[in-house]
Nanobody
Framework: QVQLVESGGGLVQAGGSLRLSCAAS????????MGWYRQGPGKQRELVALITTGGRTNYRDSVKGRFTISRDNAENTVYLQMDSLGPEDTAVYYC??????????????WGQGTQVTVSS
């Protein structure tokens, strides 16, 4: 199995920055795509950004130019640099990963979530 441990959430004023980190550990053959989703109050969970092993990225339109996703393949860690934060970014942010486990199957895994609150 794969465990995802997040860190870096918190409270920040509008216009500020935060950096989220998520490290994958456990028993797996490979970590494939990694990324971040978020769920705001009364909203459905939505994709924020994804990054492949090769570094190809995908962002939701509302965060393009403000958020940057990156990863350290050697450390199985993904980061999300969030700049120019606004109240609309307030949400619980969840780390996501696809991993190939020793039996050869690929599964999706989720972190426990970290709260990001942006005050106006």
């Amino acid at each position: 199995q794969v465990q995802l441990v997040e860190s870096g959430g918190g409270l920040v004023q509008a216009g500020g920055s935060l950096r989220l980190s998520c490290a994958a550990s456990g028993s797996f053959l490979s970590i494939n795509a990694m990324g971040w989703y978020r769920q705001g109050p009364g909203k459905q969970r939505e994709l924020v950004a994804l990054i492949t092993t090769g570094g190809r990225t995908n962002y939701r339109d509302s965060v393009k130019g403000r958020f940057t996703i990156s990863r350290d393949n050697a450390e199985n860690t993904v980061y999300l640099q969030m700049d120019s934060l606004g109240p609309e970014d307030t949400a619980v942010y969840y780390c996501y990963s696809q991993a190939t486990v020793p039996v050869g199957s690929t599964y999706s895994y989720w972190g426990q979530g970290t709260q990001v609150t942006v005050s106006s």
